[in-house]
């Protein structure tokens, strides 16, 4: 079992950036790979990125490629986002996963996830 627990969200204006955190307890030495979702109201979840246990695999959404980067420490077991050039549609509930070594983009790939931080981004 791996418990996640993501922190850093919050407001920021239009064109700004932020970086999330996700901090990982439990069976982290199994080789999970990691990724970001999330949830905006009335939407269903989405895919942000998702990156390989060893870090040397990424991948992203097209609507985020170029502004978003994805990172993780493994000493530290945590996970990072990376969010910059923020637009408003970018507001959303954002949630870290774990699944296999290198999970794509698909949420059936990720049996943990955490409680999720809100992004908010004001016009």
């Known amino acids: 079992q791996v418990q996640l627990v993501e922190s850093g969200g919050g407001l920021v204006q239009t064109g700004g950036s932020m970086r999330l955190s996700c901090a990982a307890s439990?069976?982290?030495?199994?080789?999970?790979?990691m990724g970001w979702f999330r949830q905006a109201p009335g939407k269903e979840r989405e895919f942000v990125a998702s990156i390989s246990w060893t870090g040397a695999g990424t991948r992203y959404a097209d609507s985020v490629k170029g502004r978003f980067t994805i990172s993780r420490d493994n000493a530290k077991n945590t996970l990072y986002l990376q969010m910059n050039s923020l637009k408003p549609e970018d507001t959303a509930v954002y949630y870290c996963a774990a699944g296999n070594y290198y999970p794509g983009p698909g949420a059936n790939e990720y049996p943990f996830w955490g409680q999720g931080t809100q992004v908010t981004v004001s016009s």
């Open positions: 439990g069976r982290t030495e199994w080789g999970y790979g």
